[in-house]
């Protein structure tokens, strides 16, 4: 009697006719195969008939089993971990609203069945679709305008080059933040902020103005101490002031106002001086000199006189023109007779004769032949001219008499001076 195998065919049919066997385990599905081989085997033996009719039912106890243990296969979460993992290299700090990936995260169901991947597949998207939808957190500009805080209110002290590197470096924070930035572009604000910190430190201070100070300096050098009465009394100012400024060389602007105030003693001092009165044009007798100058006749002398001893020693004048002219023309001294010729700015000009008393011949020498001629114009007082007359008159009186011989003629002898100066 042949064996029933309906049943086991149905079964086997049956598994071989399923399309999802791809879920399954690939060991759960090889037992039901290994079930069934087993079946086909032992169908195909030459001598399989009703008697091995028990095999067969447990082949097919077996592969009801081993069908009934089929085991699905877990869902593929790798779509999921790397989303995830994507999700884990951001910086939350970074975003206003990382709490949807959060919550994408949350909301994974862990070890679902290869039945459900499309609900895993979603978990994956909802993560990815979380991150995309992140919104950056603003900037932080928290330190650049903290930094503005620290800019000087003056800039005007500070030098141009200083502040202007400054500026610089505030304009291209301004031109970077005028851009699409948010808070990812946090550590380019920063390096750009550091710069401007950097540069408003850096601002140097301009140094202060010496101009007006060098300018008057130089005003009071240039000025002739013998054309004011009280010159020294500025020059003490002068040396204080140069002193200063040789010793605080380098004062800022800021300190400007110690420059300006040495600026205004010095021109307070040059500002009191007072000029020597400008002297008239004058001709007179040297002061502390024995010169007497009385009218046109210039007398008060000495013998034996020169150019220089009239320049140097009997007159000093200014401002005018002043020639010597000898009585004797090749004479060596200038005797009673010469002329002193004084010419004004104005053009007025004045004569006056030198008169040296004892001396009438005009060789500037007192000698026995001025002697003789007296004694003859005691005689003769026509032989003398007015000038003549005046160097005989040695007693005073005003007639030539012997009395003048005699005491020219002790003169000569050496017996007595003659006095120039009590003569009038």
């Known amino acids: 009697m042949p064996i029933d195998s309906a049943e086991f065919i149905s079964i086997k049919n049956a598994f071989e006719a399923r399309t999802d066997l791809a879920n399954y385990t690939d060991a759960s599905v090889q037992a ?71 919550d994408a995260i949350g909301a994974v169901v862990p070890d679902l069945k290869i039945t459900e991947q499309d609900r895993v597949d979603g978990f994956a998207a909802a993560i990815n679709d979380a991150i995309d939808a992140l919104e950056f957190k603003p900037i932080d500009t928290s330190a650049y305008e903290a930094a503005q805080e620290t800019v000087p209110a003056d800039l005007s002290i500070y030098t141009d080059a200083t502040v202007n590197a400054m500026n610089d470096a505030k304009a291209a924070i301004d031109t970077f933040l005028a851009g699409d930035v948010n ?62 400024k040789t010793a605080n060389p380098n004062k800022l602007i800021t300190e400007q106002a110690e420059v300006d105030a040495q600026t205004q003693l010095l021109r307070d001092a040059i500002d009191a001086l007072i000029p020597v009165p400008a ?19 210039i007398y008060g002398l000495k013998t034996n006189l020169t150019a220089g001893n009239l320049r140097n020693t009997f007159l000093e004048y200014n401002d005018v023109e002043v020639e010597f002219t000898k009585a004797i023309e090749d004479a060596r001294y200038y005797g009673t007779g010469s002329t002193v010729t004084v010419t ?60 003048d011989y005699a005491i020219i003629n002790d003169a000569v002898l050496g017996i007595n001076d003659i006095d120039q100066t009590a003569i009038a």
Not at 279 to 297: C, H, N
């Open 344 to 403: 004004y700015p104005d053009n007025t000009v004045e004569v006056y004769t030198i008169i040296i008393f004892g001396d009438v011949d005009g060789n500037s020498l007192i000698d026995s032949d001025d002697a003789y001629a007296t004694l003859a114009a005691a005689v003769d007082n026509s032989l003398f001219n007015a000038v003549q007359k005046k160097a005989a008159n040695v007693d005073g009186v005003r007639r030539i008499s012997v009395d």
């Open 183 to 244: 808070i990812s572009h946090q550590s380019q604000l920063d390096a750009l902020v550091a710069t401007y910190t950097a540069k408003i430190a850096a601002l140097a201070v301009k140094p202060a103005d010496y101009t007006a100070l060098n300018a008057v300096i130089n005003e009071f050098k240039a000025l002739n101490e013998d054309d004011y009465t009280n010159y020294y009394d500025a020059y003490s100012v002068y040396r204080s002031v140069n002193n200063w």
């Open 279 to 297: 002297l008239q044009p004058y001709f007179r007798a040297k002061e502390g000199s024995t010169t007497v100058i009385d009218g046109q006749y």
């Open 32 to 102: 039901v195969r290994d079930e069934i081989a087993r079946g086909e085997i032992l169908l195909q033996a030459s001598d399989t008939n009703i008697k091995k009719q028990a095999q067969l039912d447990a082949i097919v106890a077996a592969l009801n089993t081993a069908i009934a243990n089929l085991k699905l296969k877990d869902a593929d979460y790798t779509a999921v971990n790397a989303a995830v993992s994507r999700a884990n290299l951001l910086d939350r700090d970074l975003y206003t609203n990382f709490d949807i990936v959060n």
